[in-house]
């Protein structure tokens, strides 16, 4: 029995789907299949059932999962305590990041990273920063960049990297458009697109209008805001997205109100840290300066 099987096992549990769990491992499907029968034989249990287009987990396997997570995060835990012995950072580094800093903020740092600390292994999941925030206090992320949320958990550490400005836009050609000296009372009759209002975003969002007495009513959800942008840009409805995300495709509304969030990261103190993710934290950790003092 090897750790690829239980890696495979826990991928297929989190996806209910052997393709998605191939593609996230890099491997075939049969490949999965493989691991998982490996499993049954050792465990003399059935773990899956088909089920559609998936599969569907037996009670087997739903009892199996915690205690296979929770030896994976100890050996892991092992693994960055023997790390520190090591003067190189090295090893396989698992982290997590939302779409629109992964894509927008980051490239340049872990291209710098990779560059410094050859011997290190990024292994780099694309999540939304909900998900992320609770994979770091869960174990499955050992560090992660994200939106950081209205409320910091104070079992966790913050480090505040960039400040992302929100705008409120609409197409070129919606009634709103050219529209001068809008309040937030303007916007309520037409539709709008903003991210599922469990998402940090959207709470940062909707608490302006709260303030204000007034509740949007949202005609359609979708977390990765560069999906956003695009609905945006056919017409289908206002939004708030990052100063970032603004192209010729969309217009920024003539609005007096200023919205932030702050981006930046986050990882678990109580748990053992990695060199190499030591290293990152390090590396990414800006200067102190006056009216700069990030979370911790």
């Keep these: 029995m090897n750790l690829a099987a239980f890696d495979a096992f826990v991928k297929v549990m989190e996806t209910g789907s052997i393709s998605t769990a191939a593609d996230l491992l890099f491997i075939t499907q049969p490949a999965v299949t493989k691991r998982i029968h490996c499993l049954e034989q050792y465990f003399g249990v059935k773990l899956f059932e088909s089920a559609g287009r998936g599969v569907q ?10 205690k296979v997570k929770n030896w994976l995060n100890e050996l892991g835990d092992i693994h960055h305590t023997l790390s520190h012995e090591q003067r190189q950072a090295q090893g396989k580094l698992k982290i997590g990041t939302s779409h629109h800093i992964g894509l927008h903020h980051l490239p340049m740092h872990l291209k710098d990273y990779v560059h410094q600390f050859p011997d290190v292994t990024l292994d780099v999941h694309f999540v939304d ?44 050609f919606h009634p709103l458009a050219h529209k001068k000296n809008l309040k937030l009372e303007d916007l309520i009759p037409y539709p709008n697109l903003l991210p ?8 940062i969002t909707l608490s302006v209008f709260e303030k204000q007495g007034l509740k949007p009513e949202v005609i359609m959800s979708n977390n990765p805001l560069e999906s956003i942008r695009m609905l945006v840009s056919i017409g289908l ?36 840290q990695s060199r190499a993710a030591s290293e990152l934290i ?8 006056a009216g700069n003092s990030p979370p911790l």
Excluded at 196 to 203: C, E, K, R
């Design 129 to 172: 920063s909900e998900q992320a925030h609770e994979q770091v206090f869960s174990g499955d992320l050992e560090l992660a960049f994200l939106t950081l949320p209205p409320q910091l958990d104070d079992r966790l550490n913050y480090v505040t990297l960039w400040n992302d400005p929100l705008i409120f836009v609409a197409a070129p």
């Design 282 to 289: 390090q590396m990414m950790k800006p200067l102190p300066t």
């Design 237 to 272: 409805g206002w939004s708030v997205l990052p100063r970032t995300l603004l192209n010729q495709d969309l217009q920024q509304l003539d609005i007096n109100l200023e919205i932030n969030r702050q981006l930046g990261m986050v990882w678990h103190p109580a748990r053992t």
């Design 57 to 66: 987990a037996t009670h087997a396997a739903n009892s199996l999962l915690p």
């Design 196 to 203: 599922a209002p469990q998402t940090y975003t959207s709470q």
